[in-house]
């Protein structure tokens, strides 16, 4: 599979965004997914994941309540819905899959093996 993150932007604080993630390949409805973020001059941090097996979430302590991860099996697109948006949530988010068809709560780097290619979120206070 691979991943191609898009929707960042610029937004104000209290602001919504939606990032998607499109996946090219016939293992996405079986790969685990997940969002991370790495903000200036700090390390990639987990945000969310979805589980192809049963599509429970799990989300960062930092985002609870905030954002929403889904996926659209059909479109094989992979969604973060950010409201209430900060601006501690600047950063390059990232989406990241696991294709080998095993499932369950990942919030590690190297429980993923294909990654997409970022995309900037600004968020001005």
């Known amino acids: 599979v691979q991943l191609q993150a898009s929707g960042g932007g610029l937004v104000q604080a209290g602001g919504s965004l939606r990032l998607s993630c499109a996946a090219s390949g016939r293992t996405f409805s079986r790969s685990d997914m997940g969002w991370f973020r790495q903000g200036p001059g700090k390390e990639r941090e987990f945000v969310a994941t979805?589980?192809?097996?049963?599509?429970?979430?799990r989300y960062a302590d930092s985002v609870e309540g905030r954002f929403t991860i889904s996926r659209d099996t059909a479109k094989n697109t992979l969604y973060l819905q950010m409201n209430s948006l900060k601006p501690e949530d600047t950063a390059v988010y990232y989406c990241?899959?696991?294709?080998?068809?095993?499932?369950?709560?990942?919030?590690?780097?190297?429980?993923?093996?294909?990654w997409g290619q970022g995309t900037l979120v600004t968020v001005s206070s």
């Open positions: 979805i589980r192809w097996s049963g599509g429970g979430t």
């Open positions: 990241a899959a696991r294709t080998d068809g095993s499932s369950y709560y990942r919030d590690r780097i190297p429980d993923y093996d294909v």
